[in-house]
C-alpha cells in the first residue's frame, strides 16, 4: 500500500514523547508557580508580624497620651455648643416677651445666629465622635478584647499596653475607666449640648449622673 508500518511506529512514538516532556514542563511551571507564591507568602508573615509588635510597643504611651489629653480636649470641643443668652433692644416679641440674643461663651464676640457659627458647630460635631465619643468607645473596646486575659491574669500584649485603664479596678469591673470617663466629660460638655437658657435641666441632668 506504500505506507510503511515501521515508520507510522516511529511517529507515533515521537508524538507521546512529545505529549510527555510538555506535560513535565507545565507541571514544573506550575509547582514553581505554587513554590514561588508560598516563599511569598512566607516572606510576607514576618513584616506583618514585625508590624504588630511594633504597634503594641507604640501602644501604651499612645494611649497614655491619649487618655492625658482627651478630658481637656473634649471639653474644648464641647464648649462650642454653649451659648449665652442677653436680652436685646430689639422689638418686644408677641405676647410681650423679651428678646434675647445668644453668644458663644467662650467668644462673646460670636453670635451663635450667624453663619460662622454654624460652620464652627458641624466641626464640633464632627470632633464629637473623634473625642467625646470615639475614645471612650475605643478603650471599651480594647478592653473587651482583653477581657479573658485580664480575668485570667495570663498578661497579653494587648493587655500588658491597656494595663492603666484596668489594673486600679476590681477585676469583675475591668471596664469601668471608660465608663467613668463618659461621666466625667457629661458633666464637663455633654450638658451643655442643647441646654441653652435651661440652668436647672443642667443641674439635673449633672445630679443624675453624678449618682
Given at each position: 500500500s ?8 516511529r511517529?507515533?512514538?515521537l ?9 513535565v514542563?507545565?507541571a514544573?511551571?506550575?509547582e514553581g508557580k505554587?513554590?514561588?507564591?508560598a516563599?511569598e507568602g512566607?516572606g ?9 509588635r511594633g504597634l503594641?510597643r507604640a501602644?501604651p504611651?499612645?494611649l ?7 478630658t ?11 451659648c449665652i ?7 418686644a416679641l ?9 453668644y458663644l ?9 450667624t453663619?460662622e457659627y ?7 460635631y464632627?470632633?464629637?465622635f473623634?473625642?467625646p465619643i ?5 478603650y471599651?473596646g480594647?478592653l473587651?478584647a482583653?477581657?479573658?486575659?485580664i480575668?485570667t491574669?495570663r498578661?497579653?500584649p ?6 492603666f485603664?484596668w489594673?486600679e479596678y476590681?477585676e469583675?469591673?475591668?471596664y469601668?475607666e471608660p465608663l467613668d470617663l463618659?461621666?466625667?466629660?457629661t458633666?464637663t460638655?455633654?450638658v451643655?449640648?442643647?441646654t441653652q437658657g ?5 443641674v439635673?441632668?449633672a445630679?443624675l449622673v453624678?449618682?
Amino acid at each position: 500500500s506504500g505506507l510503511d508500518p515501521t515508520g507510522l511506529v516511529r511517529s507515533e512514538t515521537l508524538r507521546q514523547e512529545y505529549l510527555r516532556r510538555t506535560q513535565v514542563s507545565a507541571a514544573g511551571t506550575a509547582e514553581g508557580k505554587g513554590g514561588a507564591d508560598a516563599a511569598e507568602g512566607e516572606g510576607e508573615r514576618p513584616i506583618r508580624a514585625a508590624l504588630w509588635r511594633g504597634l503594641l510597643r507604640a501602644l501604651p504611651l499612645a494611649l497614655a497620651l491619649q487618655f492625658f489629653l482627651v478630658t481637656s480636649t473634649s471639653t474644648r470641643i464641647l464648649r462650642t455648643f454653649n451659648c449665652i443668652e442677653f436680652p436685646t433692644r430689639d422689638a418686644a416679641l408677641p405676647g410681650g416677651q423679651e428678646p434675647y440674643r445668644a453668644y458663644l461663651a467662650d467668644d462673646l464676640s460670636l453670635d451663635c445666629s450667624t453663619p460662622e457659627y454654624a460652620t464652627a458647630q458641624r466641626w464640633a460635631y464632627v470632633l464629637l465622635f473623634v473625642w467625646p465619643i470615639g475614645v471612650p468607645l475605643l478603650y471599651l473596646g480594647l478592653l473587651l478584647a482583653s477581657r479573658r486575659s485580664i480575668v485570667t491574669h495570663r498578661p497579653s500584649p494587648l493587655s500588658r499596653a491597656t494595663d492603666f485603664l484596668w489594673k486600679e479596678y476590681e477585676e469583675r469591673a475591668f471596664y469601668w475607666e471608660p465608663l467613668d470617663l463618659v461621666r466625667k466629660l457629661t458633666l464637663t460638655g455633654f450638658v451643655l449640648i442643647n441646654t441653652q437658657g435651661s440652668k436647672q435641666l443642667r443641674v439635673i441632668i449633672a445630679l443624675l449622673v453624678s449618682m
